[in-house]
């Protein structure tokens, strides 16, 4: 068994501030394709940091390491879990599927870290962690080590690669993430006016 965390907060400065998690895609907001993309493999869905009220079905989580970026957002969603094995996803990953994200949780289910590797760059914002790897993110904080890469390979994580990604990425696009100006055109976003919700599916149990 295990839970999902969308991290759904930080500052977005490259953006202007915008909240990622209500830019669109293909018609839908980022928050509701990562919903949709989640919730029929798991009925436990934290949002990190959002800062709007919790869809149905899911759990808003302060940031409780507020200004350690991404690195403080993994950490609060491990010490709040209550399942072993919490599933992190990025909130500005549009292109993540269902059948990746199931996948990665299966793939090596005692690793304290299981991360993805695309083009030769870790994945951390997508990777599938062990709650007990809490306390060693907390002390990578403690130490003013907040580069997300490297306080995960501490945990000496499974890296998933290579001939293993390529079934879920023929366009090569499934690490894609809204971080700039330009990547807003690369990727077809609009900034959110219009906001076209996922249809909310039921819980199910999880796997």
Known sequence: M???????????RRLGGQDKSALIVDGVRLLDRQLAALHSLTDTILLVGYPGPA???????????????PLGAIASALS?????????????????????????????????????????????LCAMYRRRAAPVLDAAIDRGELAV?????????????????????????????????????????????????APETSQTTSR
Do not use: K
Not at 55 to 69: F, I, L, M, Q, W
């Open 2 to 12: 295990w839970s999902a965390a969308i991290l759904a907060g930080g500052r977005a």
């Open 149 to 197: 890469h490297t306080a995960v390979a501490r945990l000496n994580p499974t890296l998933i690669s290579g001939d293993s990604l390529v079934p879920f990425d023929p366009e090569h696009r499934l690490f894609a993430n809204i971080n700039t100006p330009d990547d807003l055109g690369r990727w077809g976003v609009d900034g959110g006016r219009n906001r076209t919700a």
């Open 80 to 124: 709040v879990a209550t399942t072993e094995r919490v599933l992190i996803v990025a909130v500005d990953l549009p292109f993540l599927t269902t059948a990746f994200l199931d996948f990665l949780a299966r793939a090596d289910e005692d690793a304290d870290a299981v991360v993805p590797v695309s083009g030769g760059r870790w994945q951390p």
């Open 55 to 69: 869809p149905a079905s899911c759990v808003v989580v302060p940031d409780h390491r507020p200004g350690t970026g």
